[in-house]
């Protein structure tokens, strides 16, 4: 059971808010913050807490529902939350909850940097060029996550929309049966088809 125990603390209080302060710290503060012609200096402790500090709020906000009540992170945070009265279950929290935050903590870290370094090296830039190259590709990467979110969002909406037009369109003149309360059967076609001939 200690064992357990320290592996949580490892993975949730110590590796995944690091990572998250250090992308906070790249994607929001560097850019604003520190001069292109200067090297960004990264304090792991403000890191860390700043880390922390957002993955409490996001936390919270799964929890109350701000992404949507069938999210998958709602599900598995719930069921962490039940397993801590019964004694932590350290496969599931490990591969469920610390590998896929890992995952995309790590994506938005790493792809950036692999990919501007590729392409620095692939246009032979100078060093002040590929600096804020670099600098700014977090940020640039982030805006194109989000816009891809953002994107699937109005996707899934305008989808909505295009069923509720549909419905309204060509379903004009059908009835709803009851089927607990006996209806008479009515000969005569429905107003609005007799409007259409």
Known sequence: ???????????????IPILAGALVELVVLNPVRVPTDRTPVFM???????GLALLTAWSDLVALGAFGDDNV???????????????????YLVF??????????????CGPYFGTKLLSAMLDLDPLSRERLLRFSFPA???ALWLRVVGRSVSRW????????FDRQYRI??????????????TAEPEAHQAYR
Request: glycine share 6%.
């Open 96 to 109: 469920e909850v610390a590998i896929p935050l890992l995952h995309a903590l790590l994506v938005r870290i």
């Open 173 to 186: 003149g059908l009835q709803l049966q009851n089927r607990w309360q006996p209806q008479p059967l009515h």
């Open 44 to 50: 792991v402790v403000q890191n860390w807490a700043l």
């Open 158 to 165: 305008l989808n909505a929309m295009h069923d509720v037009v």
């Open 1 to 15: 059971l200690g064992c357990k125990w320290l592996v949580a603390l490892f993975l949730f209080g110590l590796v």
């Open 141 to 143: 990467f982030a805006l």
């Open 73 to 91: 992170w709602t599900r598995r945070l719930q069921r962490v939350q039940i397993d801590q009265s019964y004694g932590i279950e350290l496969g």
